[in-house]
């Protein structure tokens, strides 16, 4: 795979799941639209993530079967019309369920993962899943920045508009830029998705990668989440702007996750998965301990990003390299995985913020980063085990 096919994917990547977190920064703008509380609002993250966990068990295993050049412009545009749907939402319900349908509708860019998978060798396939998971990130990062500069400029109607428009552009080019591969298996459609939950009960691997996956993607949207309340109020009272501007800090994890990927090229998953964990508890300790203070949040953001990005990309490069002939359902069960810790993750956000504040929030995130990090150290030692019986 050539590093223009890569970079094609990672902002194709990019732009599709972006499509998941441009309410995040605006929660404030829309629950004052909107007339619902703060708490209210976040559940338009949480609606917008269980859609999209329904639409990859759904759709993504369909990249096995199916010819995903044609797969995956199609879905770009079905997501496009939803994001059309959600600038003209006139209420709050009706904009929880558009979202919910965005969400399950955006799965374009966990088909491109596998795609990636398939098309690259076994020396490059760490260097370009990292690449492809680098442009995801700067995607989540770019959206926040975006969402809140046009929101501030124009209203969050016109930042869905705009979305939806730019969805269709990039259907448009990737369905002349996608190659033809011959589909991975022949299955029908219910027996396909029979297999995922089995892949889940028979590989020990795709077990404990996948909840590692789970709990870094989980303390991820509670950080993100927890970290827009704490800006917005008092004494910051940025602006959704700001709020946006200030996520992009968080490109340093990408870049990192980019760079991580040739770890993985090297034998290095294990010891790098370590490092992630303990790199973001890190990062919660420090923000929890000066919350009010800019520059700890500040670099508190690029600790963690750059911890919690090294773990997603080798868990999912991971993930994808345990059966070739099944990468586009293995890839099903670490994102379904991921994004239902995701939906774990902005709830527990609100809840955690609605009982303690940040100081919580945070505590409640490091509490699931140290059950993962327990679990790492026991894969770890069983696998230590197995080398020095061999």
């Given amino acids: 795979m050539s590093d223009g096919q890569a970079f094609l994917f990672a902002t194709a990547g990019g732009a599709a799941v972006g499509n998941l977190y441009w309410a995040q920064p605006i929660l404030s703008v829309l629950a004052r639209d909107l007339g619902v509380c703060l708490g209210t609002a976040a559940l338009l993250v949480t609606f917008t993530q269980v859609g999209y966990a329904v639409g990859v068990f759904l759709l993504v295993p369909l990249g096995d079967i199916a010819d995903r050049r044609r797969l995956i412009p199609r879905m770009m545009t079905a997501a496009a019309l939803m994001l059309g749907a959600s600038a003209l939402a006139p209420s709050f319900p009706i904009l929880l369920v558009t979202l919910g349908l965005v969400g399950a509708s955006t799965v374009s860019g966990q088909m491109l993962a596998p795609l990636a998978g398939d098309l690259a060798t076994d020396q490059q396939r760490g260097h370009v899943l990292g690449t492809v998971a680098a442009g995801i990130g700067?995607?989540?990062?770019?959206?926040?920045a975006i969402s809140g500069v046009i929101t501030d400029l124009l209203g969050w109607r016109a930042l869905y508009g705009t979305v939806a428009i730019a969805m269709v552009l990039m259907a448009l080019v990737m369905r002349r830029s996608l190659p033809t591969l011959p589909p991975r298996t022949r299955?029908?459609?219910p027996d396909l998705l029979a297999s995922v939950p089995r892949t889940f009960l028979m590989s020990a691997t795709a077990r404990w990668t996948g909840f590692l996956g789970a709990c870094a993607m989980?303390?991820?949207?509670?950080?993100?989440?927890?970290?827009?309340?704490?800006?917005?109020?008092?004494?910051?009272?940025f602006s959704a702007t700001q709020i946006g501007l200030i996520s992009l800090i968080g490109i340093l994890g990408a870049v990192a996750g980019q760079?991580?990927?040739?770890?993985?090229?090297?034998?290095?998953?294990?010891?790098?998965?370590?490092?992630?964990?303990?790199g973001s508890i890190a990062a919660f300790a420090l923000s929890g301990l000066a919350p009010h203070s800019l520059t700890a949040v500040t670099v508190s953001i690029a600790l963690f990003s750059v911890g919690i990005q090294v773990v997603q990309v080798m868990t999912q490069t991971r993930m994808l390299s345990i059966d070739p002939g099944a990468r586009s359902r293995l890839n099903t069960l670490f994102v379904v995985g991921n994004f239902l810790g995701s939906s774990i993750g902005s709830a527990l956000a609100s809840a955690l913020w609605g009982w303690g504040g940040w100081p919580l929030a945070i505590a409640g995130a490091t509490a699931i980063l140290l059950v993962a990090l327990l679990a790492w150290l026991v894969q770890r030692r069983r696998a230590l085990d197995v080398y020095y019986e061999g």
């Avoid at 700067?138 to 926040?144: E, F, P, S, V």
């Avoid at 760079?259 to 303990?278: F, N, Q, S």
Wanted: glycine share 18%; net charge positive; aromatic share 14%.
């Fill in 218 to 237: 989980c303390v991820f949207t509670l950080y993100w989440t927890g970290l827009t309340f704490l800006l917005s109020g008092q004494p910051f009272g």
């Fill in 138 to 144: 700067i995607g989540i990062l770019a959206a926040r």
């Fill in 187 to 189: 299955a029908a459609y």
């Fill in 259 to 278: 760079r991580a990927g040739g770890l993985y090229d090297r034998g290095l998953a294990m010891p790098a998965i370590g490092v992630g964990l303990a």
